[in-house]
C-alpha cells in the first residue's frame, strides 16, 4: 500500500498539487481522472520522486518514500511508465527487456523474460525490432512488459492508451487486469479514457486544479454526479 499524507507538491516554485491524501491499495488498480492540467500526471510523478515536496509524506511499506529518488525506487519495486520516452528507442525489443532486468541476479532475467513474453506474446515476433520502428501499441506492450521483467510491485501508469484505437485501448486494458489478476501488482493509472479506466478498477480519484475533488471505489466515482458532469465534457466518455 502506499499512503499519501496532506502531499503539496510542484515544480520549482510552482506549486501544482494541494493536501492529496490518497491510498493506493495493494493488489488493486486505482484509477485518478481528472480535466487536463489538474496535475495526474504530476501526482504519478511526485510519487516516483520527480517533483519538488514541500510538505506532505508518502508512505510506502511504513516508510516515507518522498525524499528518495526515482533509481532506488526502482529497487524497492516501484515502476513508473510516462506517457512517452517509456522504451530505449535505438535499441530492440529484445535488448529493452534484458537491459529490464539489470537489477536482477543474471539467471533470473531469463525467467522473467518469460514471463513478461507470456503476458505480452505479441512480442515475441518483434525481438529483433528496433523500439522506433514499432507502434503505439507494441511500443506500450514493450513498456510494460519491461516492468514485469523488473518484477515490479506497484506500478504506475501514465495513459497508457493515449493515442491508441479503441480496439487497442481494449486490449491494454485487458493487460492491466491480467497484471493484476495473475501477478498481484498494485496499479496506479492515470486515464483520459476516464469511464472505461474507472470501469476495470478497484478505486477512483477524480483531481480538478490540483485538488482531490472526488474519491471512493471505482464504481462510487463513475456514479457521482461530479463524475457524469466531468464526463460529458470530454471525449472518449
Ligand atoms: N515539468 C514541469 N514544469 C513546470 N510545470 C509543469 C511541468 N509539468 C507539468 N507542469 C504543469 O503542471 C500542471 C499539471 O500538469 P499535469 O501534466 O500534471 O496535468 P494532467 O492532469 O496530467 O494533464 P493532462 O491530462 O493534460 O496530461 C499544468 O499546469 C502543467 O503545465
Do not use: C, W
Amino acid at each position: 500500500m502506499i499512503k499519501v499524507v496532506n502531499l503539496n507538491t510542484g515544480y520549482g516554485k510552482l506549486q501544482i498539487l494541494f493536501d492529496i491524501n490518497a491510498i493506493i491499495e495493494d493488489k488493486k488498480i486505482t484509477t485518478v481522472v481528472g480535466p487536463n492540467g489538474s496535475g495526474k500526471s504530476t501526482f504519478l510523478k511526485a510519487l516516483f520522486g520527480l517533483t519538488t515536496i514541500y510538505t506532505g509524506e508518502i508512505i510506502f511499506k511504513g516508510k516515507d518514500i518522498s525524499n528518495i529518488p526515482p533509481y532506488k525506487k526502482v529497487k524497492l519495486r516501484i515502476a513508473y511508465l510516462p506517457q512517452i520516452d517509456n522504451v530505449f528507442s535505438q535499441l530492440t525489443v529484445n535488448e529493452n527487456l534484458k537491459i529490464a532486468g539489470y537489477i536482477l541476479p543474471k539467471d533470473k532475467v531469463r525467467e522473467r523474460i518469460d514471463i513478461a513474453l507470456d503476458v505480452f506474446p505479441e512480442l515475441k515476433d518483434i525481438l529483433n525490432r528496433k523500439a522506433e520502428t514499432l507502434s503505439g501499441g507494441q511500443r506500450q506492450f514493450l513498456a510494460m512488459g519491461m516492468a514485469l521483467v523488473r518484477d515490479a510491485e506497484v506500478l504506475m501508469l501514465d495513459e497508457p492508451t493515449a493515442q491508441l484505437s479503441p480496439k487497442l485501448a481494449e486490449i491494454i486494458f485487458g493487460k492491466i487486469l491480467d497484471m493484476r489478476d495473475k501477478f498481484g501488482l498494485t496499479i496506479l493509472l492515470v486515464e483520459q479514457n476516464a469511464k472505461r479506466a474507472l470501469e476495470i478498477s478497484d478505486n477512483g480519484y477524480m483531481f480538478v486544479s490540483g485538488r482531490i475533488a472526488l474519491e471512493g471505489t471505482a464504481k462510487d466515482v463513475l456514479n457521482h454526479e461530479k463524475f457524469k458532469e466531468y464526463s460529458l465534457g470530454i471525449k472518449n466518455v
